[in-house]
């Protein structure tokens, strides 16, 4: 594989990531085949793995820490925090109090003393961005975290984040980690070029746009959820089906797979880094793999353009960040005395 630098960190990476979100009770619950699934990845090239706590509540941070045995110094190895680890209120979210914790529990789990990169998982509008940043930046000096970064966070938040890090001389995000694929382009708005200009890398994930983009899923058909994921509203969605429907006859008049064609999307664009793979299985990584090697010219990419505009989703991306002024409603309204005064 051909590497690229993350960000200005200096760090080489390779451009397809492995994601380990399918490791554990969430997908594959057999250690030993998502530990040779994970060999087999690092064989082929890639040496940049992403976990997180939240997965299978630490079972996955615990499968990467036994496949790296022996590897570790060979791997980028990024986990991250800020999801619910268990009833406790204070076992969760961006506080220094949690984040001091919870990098020691990901770190025993991973069976590793430093993480190469270390990301807030959403933002969490409850704790000023200077006290995660400054519980983070704590982290790099004392050698247990090489760089941060951030993970769905809308560009205003980006922003916010490395102006307060320049004012209070703190460490400042190095990476941002967005959903992005042909059905979801809106981080091609601002996203991408704020990351760009503040030289973060990004790794983006969702590639396959949650399925969508596997040529499994189409008009008329009855969809394997298992495989899938089990989400059949998700794939019910017919504005996405209506773009899947015009991709299936490009990929095909290309003579590439579909989930060649919407990889090699995600990696075509100049401001992504990496785009992260999440197998269950050895078949579904053999076939992300067959297709490392391949580029999209510029009449294919224009083709994608006229089906999926540039800086737009199609239809919502249920399971990306949605900012509290959109999804608590008593922000977006006066209240009852206020309106009727009014």
């Known amino acids: 594989m051909k590497y690229r630098t993350l960000g200005r960190t200096g760090i080489l990476v390779s451009p397809y990531a492995l994601g380990t979100m399918m490791f554990g009770a969430m997908g594959n619950p057999d250690h030993d085949d998502s530990i040779r699934i994970i060999h087999r990845a690092l064989d082929a090239g890639i040496n940049f793995v992403d976990t997180a706590d939240v997965y299978s509540g630490g079972e996955s941070e615990e499968i990467v820490g036994k496949a790296l045995k022996g590897r570790r110094d060979d791997i980028v190895l990024a986990s991250k925090m800020h999801y619910p680890m268990g009833n406790d209120p204070n076992r969760r979210g961006n506080s220094r109090r949690w984040i001091i914790a919870a990098v020691e529990h990901s770190l025993r789990r991973l069976q590793t003393d430093h993480l190469d990169l270390y990301q807030v998982h959403r933002p969490d509008p409850t704790v000023d961005v200077e006290e995660t940043l400054?519980?983070?930046?704590?982290?790099?000096?004392?050698?247990?975290?090489?760089?941060?970064?951030?993970?769905?966070?809308?560009?205003?938040?980006?922003?916010?984040?490395?102006?307060?890090?320049?004012?209070?001389?703190?460490?400042?995000?190095?990476?941002?980690?967005?959903?992005?694929?042909?059905?979801?382009?809106?981080?091609?708005?601002?996203?991408?070029?704020?990351?760009?200009?503040?030289?973060?890398?990004?790794l983006v994930w969702s590639p396959l746009g949650q399925g969508m983009l596997t040529g499994r899923v189409r008009k008329g058909r009855p969809t394997d959820t298992h495989r899938s994921g089990g989400r059949p509203q998700h794939f019910s969605d017919e504005r996405k089906l209506d773009v899947v429907e015009q991709l299936v006859p490009l990929a095909e008049k290309t003579g590439l797979r579909m989930t060649h064609l919407a990889m090699a999307f995600a990696i075509a664009h100049p401001g992504v880094t990496s785009a992260i793979i999440g197998p269950r299985t050895m078949e579904q990584l053999d076939d992300l793999l067959a297709g490392a090697d391949v580029t999209l010219d510029d009449e294919v990419l224009d083709r994608i353009d006229e089906i999926a505009p540039p800086g737009t989703d199609t239809g919502p991306n249920t399971v990306a960040y949605t900012p509290p002024a959109i999804s608590d409603v008593s922000l977006r309204r006066r209240a009852a005395g206020e309106r009727s005064a009014a």
């Open 134 to 202: 400054s519980a983070l930046s704590d982290l790099v000096r004392s050698g247990k975290v090489r760089a941060i970064g951030t993970s769905t966070f809308p560009a205003s938040d980006i922003v916010e984040a490395q102006w307060v890090a320049e004012r209070r001389g703190l460490e400042r995000f190095r990476t941002e980690q967005p959903p992005y694929s042909i059905i979801n382009r809106s981080i091609e708005r601002e996203v991408l070029p704020v990351c760009e200009r503040y030289g973060m890398g990004t």
